[in-house]
């Protein structure tokens, strides 16, 4: 699988990875969010998982030059941190946990 990623789809894309932790401040719902890179959405969630417990999204972003920022939108009653931003195939210069630069 691996050799089908990096000859087909990482070609013309870099994967990026991050960690996105949640913390509860309300009674009750599921966790629920909107990540973005820049101002496009890449995805939204709606998944229950333990507090010590944490999801890694992957990105796949076109190799374009240029800054990147991450968001991450609460749309329930919980909040996030978005923390380990990474590179899994491809070179991308990490400024912090939500900034790369490609």
Do not use: W
């Not at 894309?13 to 101002?39: S, T, W």
């Not at 890449?42 to 968001?71: A, H, N, P, W």
């Amino acid at each position: 699988m691996d050799e089908i990623m990096k000859k087909e789809v990482l070609d013309n894309a870099v994967q990026m990875r991050i960690d996105v932790h949640h913390k509860h401040i309300g009674r009750n719902g599921e966790p629920r969010y909107r990540l973005y890179i820049n101002d496009e959405l890449f995805s939204e969630r709606c998944y229950r998982f333990e507090s010590d417990m944490y999801l890694t999204e992957q990105l796949f972003v076109t190799k374009k030059e240029g800054t990147y920022r991450i968001r991450i939108e609460s749309i329930s009653d919980f909040t996030y941190k978005l923390r380990n931003l990474r590179c899994k195939y491809g070179t991308a210069q990490i400024i912090n946990d939500e900034v790369f630069k490609l």
